[in-house]
């Protein structure tokens, strides 16, 4: 069977949520999920705790605990976003998932971490039977393109416009 590509995206809320939602699904069918963060480095995130604990999850981050600069982005981010890249196209190569998430890798590309002909080259060497999920807001027009299922995630309203903060268990 022909597995499929999807595209997260938009400036609402649920994109890796659904992504995680999504890789539940699959370890229910005890297929086996690898989870790539790009631009997450922090272990405090509810999903990493959380993945220690399922057989056939492999999460991994690549990025740092701090915030990246969208106009100076520092060195490292972008070595650590080209690192997530390489490690994609590994697991692509062994082919031993069923569904990999790469969480946030469209942030990266709209940040120039990574650049879209990247992605788009990664798209192709897919093994053909592998389901692949791109998350993150500002998904190229290029990226959407070569997608079987974008899905937009559209904000109507966040708590943080009426001053709740980010709560552990929902916004990490």
């Given amino acids: 069977m022909s597995g499929l590509t999807l595209v997260y995206t938009g400036n609402g809320k649920g994109k890796t949520t659904a992504s ?3 890789s539940m699904r699959a370890l229910g069918h005890n297929q086996n999920v690898g989870f790539l963060q790009f631009m997450k480095g922090s272990k405090d995130y509810g999903e990493v705790k959380f993945a220690t604990m399922l057989r056939n999850f492999t999460l991994v981050q690549s ?3 701090s915030f990246v600069s969208y106009k100076f982005p520092d060195p490292i981010d972008i070595k ?3 690192e997530g890249l390489e490690l994609a196209r590994k697991w692509f ?7 990999v998430v790469l969480d946030e ?13 990247q992605v788009i080259d990664l798209v192709k060497q897919k093994p053909p039977r592998l389901n692949l999920v791109m998350t993150g807001r500002y998904a190229a027009p290029e990226i959407i393109e070569i997608a079987d299922t974008v899905t ?3 904000e109507l309203r966040h708590a943080y416009q009426r001053g709740v903060q980010a709560k552990e268990g929902m916004e990490f």
């Fill in 20 to 22: 995680l939602g999504l």
């Fill in 63 to 65: 990025g740092q605990e």
């Fill in 80 to 82: 650590m976003a080209q």
């Fill in 93 to 99: 190569e062994e082919d031993t998932f069923d569904l």
């Fill in 105 to 117: 890798l469209l942030v990266a590309v709209a940040f120039k971490l990574v650049s879209v002909a």
């Fill in 152 to 154: 937009e995630m559209t």
